[in-house]
Structures are given as structure tokens and as C-alpha cells.
């Protein structure tokens, strides 16, 4: 892009942000928030205070990060006892999960859904 193509195109966001701030500037509603803005930094001035005073004076709470607010701590439902027995050899396990040895080797040896279909749970 050459210079002067960079250059027309920067113009025109500044024309168009400069009409976008004219539009806002307009706004009845901009010039209440304006108003209220600027009193409430004068009071601030006035008490030797800073935003952040005031927020904590209004909702001490905020201070604390969003985590240790809820009281309720979430928990994980317990994940139910399986046992898997072997049909060919009678021998049995019992496993919350399949982070199991003998079950990791029944899965190599005879398949996922095999063993799967193997499972009861207690």
C-alpha cells in the first residue's frame, strides 16, 4: 500500500470518528452522563478521594475476585463402581474410571467395546 492510499484512508476513519463524536456529543443522554461525571470528580476533588474508594465503600464485596464469592463450592458428582469380569478367564475388576493396568491391557488385547460390554455397575 503506498503512502499516500494509507494516508486518504486514515483521513477518512478520522472524518468518520470526528462525525461519530459529533452524533455522541448530541445525545441529551451524553450530556446528563457528561454532567454527572464531571460533579462526581469535583466531589472526588473536593474529599481528597479516588474511584476506588468509592467503590469500596458502596460494594466492599468487589474487591474479591468472582471466585470466592459463590458459597456454594462446586463439586463433582462421585463416579459409580464398575465391575468388569473376563468371560474367557472368570477374572474380575472393579474401576471408577479406565485409568486401570489389567483394564488398559483387556482394551489392547480385546478391544474397547469388548471390555465396555464386560462392565456392570455396582
Not at 465503600?57 to 474479591?64: A, C, I, N, T
Amino acid at each position: 500500500m503506498s503512502l499516500i492510499h494509507e494516508h486518504h484512508e486514515l483521513k477518512q476513519i478520522i472524518a468518520d470518528a470526528q462525525a461519530r463524536i459529533a452524533v455522541i456529543e448530541a445525545d441529551p443522554e451524553y450530556a446528563s452522563d457528561k454532567e454527572f461525571e464531571d460533579k462526581l470528580r469535583a466531589l472526588l476533588g473536593e474529599y481528597h478521594r479516588s474511584l476506588r474508594d468509592i467503590i469500596n465503600l458502596l460494594d466492599p464485596e468487589s474487591r474479591r475476585p468472582a471466585a470466592f464469592r459463590t458459597a456454594e463450592p462446586k463439586t463433582r458428582k462421585a463416579r459409580q463402581v464398575t465391575r468388569y469380569t473376563n468371560p474367557e478367564n472368570g477374572e474380575s475388576v472393579e474401576s471408577k474410571g479406565g485409568n486401570n493396568r489389567i483394564l488398559k491391557a483387556w482394551n489392547e488385547k480385546y478391544g474397547k467395546d469388548v471390555v465396555k460390554s464386560w462392565g456392570k455397575t455396582l
